[in-house]
Nanobody, 126 residues
Framework: VQLQASGGGLVQTGGFLRISCVYSGRTSSSYALGWFRQAPGKEREFVAAMSWNGANTYYTDSVKGRFTISRDNTKNTVYLQMNNLRPEDTAIYYC????????????????????WGQGTQVTVSS
């Protein structure tokens, strides 16, 4: 599956942003979807994940209560709503997908994903 992320930008501390990722290709299959981010000089880290059926979500501790992952399978799009943004949230955000058989599964490790988007830059000014 191909992934195209968009919606990044510059926002002030405490602000909000919603980034999107459209997936295309063999969308008749079930895919677990996730968001990762990579800040300058740091390794890529997990942010949020959601199962295909939307029943299960998982977040890294630093974004819990501030970020929300959601998806619209009719639009082949996964979203990441980011509220109360902090300078440490500054990074390139990547969406990722993995074909699955169990529609309720999600994954938090980058090596568990097979397909990646190109990333979208999110910058939070202090």
């Amino acid at each position: 599956v191909q992934l195209q992320a968009s919606g990044g930008g510059l926002v002030q501390t405490g602000g909000f942003l919603r980034i999107s990722c459209v997936y295309s290709g063999r969308t008749s299959s079930s895919y677990a979807l996730g968001w990762f981010r990579q800040a300058p000089g740091k390794e890529r880290e997990f942010v949020a994940a959601m199962s295909w059926n939307g029943a299960n979500t998982y977040y890294t501790d630093s974004v819990k209560g501030r970020f929300t992952i959601s998806r619209d399978n009719t639009k082949n799009t996964v979203y990441l709503q980011m509220n109360n943004l902090r300078p440490e949230d500054t990074a390139i955000y990547y969406c990722a997908a993995r074909k699955i058989l169990n529609s309720g599964r999600y994954f938090s490790a980058s090596e568990e994903y097979s397909d990646w988007g190109q990333g979208t830059q999110v910058t939070v000014s202090s």
